[in-house]
């Protein structure tokens, strides 16, 4: 009997959806450009399931039910590319392309132009919950045509992850959109890590806090609503494992330069572009740079000075050191807020016509970014879906009129110990701008008039103004 769907592309992630779909009682055929790992899988983990193999794209599609579903999961970019050409001449009209990868979202708007020209189905999907979710339920975002998402949805809503209100995959929107939401997704993601990171390096630096110490406060504030997620469970996990050469903190030993793989970059990117504010991501992108300028860092101590750690009282950490934790929950609300515009006015931009509250739904369960903080978010864009800044709901406005305080209070401390904490003290900054009415560019227009004669506008009188500045 022919197969429900096909997967092309036998790494981590494809091996445990295709997994995935099994246990939910789908057929599939895989296919990987290296037949080795096929026959390797097929004899192991795929070993007495309902998975055929293929040698050939040619056998590969010939085995599938039609209309045939035929899932990417293979290295973004070129990869991409070469898969559709090579399968492209043996798919029939009606056929549905899925990329699952990590794709640039123009990539796919192309993509799905090109394939739509020739009457096959293309669906560009943002996977998320790394390999752990691929297996046991990821969260996913599904973008093209409504009808080549229609054939894929029962096989898609039973993989997903399940929230108490539904799987975690919707239909995102047209074209890219679905890989748009995933970068943005992804941009989220660095924002959280890093302000996470930097919290770390307060208790170790500034409270000479212990891996263990640290990770009881991780522990604490995962039992919060406002911080209970996915990544700050992780960072308590990392923070208690020992290097089992002498049993000291792993992640002492770890080298301090974060990778990355252009999803953050992109989201900053298309931030500046959509004209976006998001001060917070694009400081945990920077992050990542710096990091990476190892030798230049290394150097650069011996000859800067600067202010040095002493003790700051952030509160009992068995009280889950309270002042921290402002600082902490109001860069992560930044981090979701500024994400959440981006999607605003990509909306707009791109017509996706997103529905931001299932897009706050999907991400609850599955991703990397799940937390009860998104239950928040998705009722706030219920109440109001066009709601302009999730700050500005009155949950999230009574949570910066309560602990902006205790940020201020942080990163002025972090300043004084000549700690670098870029994710919370922009996160100060961002706040701080927005809730000033007049901001001091009054000044730089009159520069930009004086230099340019770019004209300015008058807060009492109507019109376009200029000014001789300079006798
Ligand atoms: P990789 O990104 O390492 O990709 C491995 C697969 O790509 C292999 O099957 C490989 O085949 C295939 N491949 C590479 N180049 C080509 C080519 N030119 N033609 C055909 N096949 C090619 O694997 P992952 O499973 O980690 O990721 C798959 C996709 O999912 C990527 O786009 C990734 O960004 C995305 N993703 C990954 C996540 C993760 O946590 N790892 C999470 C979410 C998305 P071969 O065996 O022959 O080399």
């Known amino acids: 009997t022919k197969a429900h769907f096909g997967l092309v592309g036998l790494g981590v992630m494809g091996e445990n959806l295709v997994l995935n779909a099994e246990r939910n009682g789908f057929s599939s055929v895989v296919y990987n450009r290296t037949y080795q790992k096929t026959e390797d899988f097929l004899l192991g983990r795929g070993v007495n399931k309902s998975i055929q193999g293929a040698k050939d794209l040619q056998e590969f599609v010939s085995k599938l039910e039609r209309p045939r579903r035929?899932?990417?999961?293979?290295?973004?970019?070129?990869?991409?590319?070469?898969?559709?050409?090579?399968?492209?001449?043996?798919?029939?009209?009606?056929?549905?392309?899925?990329?699952?990868?990590?794709?640039?979202?123009?990539?796919?708007?192309?993509?799905?132009?090109?394939?739509?020209?020739?009457?096959?189905?293309?669906?560009?999907?943002?996977?998320?919950?790394?390999?752990?979710?691929?297996?046991?339920?990821?969260?996913?975002?599904?973008?093209?045509?409504?009808?080549?998402?229609?054939a894929i949805e029962s096989l898609l809503n039973k993989m997903a992850?399940?929230?108490?209100?539904?799987?975690?995959?919707?239909?995102?929107?047209?074209?890219?959109?679905?890989?748009?939401?995933?970068?943005?997704?992804?941009?989220?993601?660095?924002?959280?890590?890093?302000?996470?990171?930097?919290?770390?390096?307060?208790?170790?630096?500034?409270?000479?806090?212990?891996?263990?110490?640290?990770?009881?406060?991780?522990?604490?504030?995962?039992?919060?609503?406002?911080?209970?997620?996915?990544?700050?469970?992780?960072?308590?996990?990392?923070?208690?494992?020992?290097?089992?050469?002498?049993?000291?903190?792993?992640?002492?030993?770890?080298?301090?330069?974060?990778?990355?793989k252009g999803t953050g970059l992109w989201t900053v990117v298309s931030a500046l572009e959509l004209g976006a504010s998001v001060p917070t991501i694009y400081a945990?992108?920077?992050?990542?740079?710096?990091?990476?300028?190892?030798?230049?860092?290394?150097?650069?101590?011996?000859?800067?000075?600067?202010n040095k750690p002493s003790f700051v009282d952030f509160g009992k950490p068995s009280d889950g050191m309270p002042l921290l934790m402002d600082a902490v929950v109001l860069a992560t609300i930044a981090s979701y807020a500024q994400g959440m515009d981006i999607l605003r006015l990509a909306s707009e931009e791109?017509?996706?016509?997103?529905d931001m509250p299932s897009i706050a739904q999907i991400w609850k369960g599955g991703c990397i970014i799940r937390s009860t903080l998104l239950s928040r978010i998705q009722d706030a864009f219920k109440k109001d879906p066009s709601l302009t800044n999730l700050i500005i709901d009155k949950w999230f406005t009574d949570q910066v009129n309560n602990r902006l305080s205790g940020l201020t209070q942080v990163v002025s401390a972090a300043a004084n110990a000549g700690i670098p904490v870029p994710c919370l003290s922009s996160t100060l900054d961002y706040l701080n701008s927005f809730r000033t009415s007049r901001l001091p560019q009054n000044l730089v227009q009159a520069m930009r008039d004086c230099f340019g004669s770019h004209t300015y506008e008058r807060v009492d009188k109507a019109g376009s103004f200029h000014t001789e500045w300079i006798d």
Not at 290 to 305: F, G, H, P, V, W
Not at 350 to 354: C, I, T
Request: proline content about 3%; charged content about 25%; overall charge negative.
């Open 350 to 354: 791109y017509d996706y016509d997103l």
């Open 161 to 260: 992850a399940q929230v108490e209100d539904g799987p975690c995959v919707t239909y995102i929107g047209p074209g890219g959109s679905g890989h748009f939401v995933k970068t943005v997704h992804n941009g989220i993601e660095y924002g959280i890590e890093q302000i996470l990171a930097e919290a770390y390096d307060l208790m170790k630096r500034v409270c000479g806090m212990s891996g263990d110490e640290m990770a009881s406060v991780m522990g604490y504030w995962n039992k919060t609503e406002e911080l209970s997620s996915y990544l700050v469970e992780i960072t308590e996990a990392c923070l208690r494992v020992k290097d089992p050469d002498d049993s000291s903190d792993l992640v002492e030993k770890i080298m301090d330069k974060a990778g990355q």
């Open 284 to 306: 945990s992108l920077n992050g990542r740079v710096m990091s990476s300028m190892k030798d230049q860092r290394n150097y650069a101590e011996t000859i800067l000075n600067g």
């Open 70 to 150: 035929v899932l990417m999961m293979v290295k973004a970019g070129a990869a991409t590319d070469a898969v559709i050409n090579q399968i492209s001449p043996f798919l029939e009209e009606g056929d549905l392309l899925i990329d699952g990868g990590n794709a640039q979202f123009m990539d796919t708007e192309r993509r799905v132009k090109e394939l739509e020209s020739k009457s096959f189905g293309y669906i560009g999907m943002g996977v998320s919950g790394g390999a752990k979710g691929a297996l046991e339920g990821p969260s996913m975002m599904p973008g093209g045509t409504k009808t080549s998402y229609d």
